[in-house]
């Protein structure tokens, strides 16, 4: 049984992202927004944007759209916002939409190591902000035209940034991590606890048992 992790009495999480792999992070760690809203916002990277400081900026802006489109929410609710980057170098490779896209993604990381930065803002009732990042390293092992042939097939790599989804079959691709796995799913859960329980977040189970 997973021991719920509550916000402090009268608050409310609200998700800033409709994804559903943040959803069942958090799920996983006790945690379920009360409410999940898109933020919708304009995703362009800048010109000569670091992949760190775009995954950071991603995660401020996506909170702040939606704490600006539900004031009513400013007092009561902690807004969590997240952004996940795949970066070879200083190259941010796209959320890929198209199998073409997919498949330059592949092709960049195959045999080779790259970052997952993950971006977390937190935005407390009252207003205060609280960003956090994260890096990760993958390595891939070389793929051969069938590996991604096969991946491609499958479809798991569609709206995934860099093309591919560790928890699902890409795994099989994966040589060795370095750093939070959670990251590269989409969220870091043990920045995020780290910032929720620092501002009230508690375990609440039925019964405590002290031995």
Not at 20 to 49: C, F, S, W, Y
Not at 133 to 157: I, M, N, P, T
Request: hydrophobic share 45%; glycine share 10%.
């Amino acid at each position: 049984m997973t021991v719920p992790l509550l916000p402090p009495r009268r608050r409310q999480l609200v998700l800033a992202s409709a994804s559903p792999r943040r959803v069942q992070l958090l799920a996983q760690a006790g945690m379920t927004p009360h409410h999940i809203i898109a933020a919708n916002i304009d995703e362009a990277i800048r010109k000569g944007e670091r992949p760190s400081a775009y995954a950071l900026r991603m995660a401020r802006e996506k909170a702040d759209a939606v704490r600006k489109r539900h004031p009513e929410l400013e007092h009561s609710a902690f807004i969590l916002a997240a952004d996940t980057v795949v970066a070879c170098g200083v190259r941010v490779l796209p959320k890929a939409e198209t199998r073409a896209e997919a498949d330059h993604c592949l092709t960049m990381l195959s045999g080779r190591q790259h970052r997952v930065f993950g971006g977390l803002c937190v935005i407390l009732p009252g207003g205060k902000v609280q960003t956090r990042l994260q890096q990760s390293k993958v390595s891939f092992r070389r793929l051969s035209v069938w590996d991604k042939q096969a991946y491609l097939d499958g479809g798991e790599w569609q709206g995934k940034a860099g093309g591919y989804a560790i928890q699902g079959q890409a795994g099989l691709f994966i040589r060795q991590i370095s750093g939070s796995y959670s990251n590269i799913v989409g969220l870091d859960i043990h920045l995020v606890a780290g910032v929720l329980m620092a501002a009230g977040f508690y375990f609440a189970p039925e019964k405590i048992t002290v031995s």
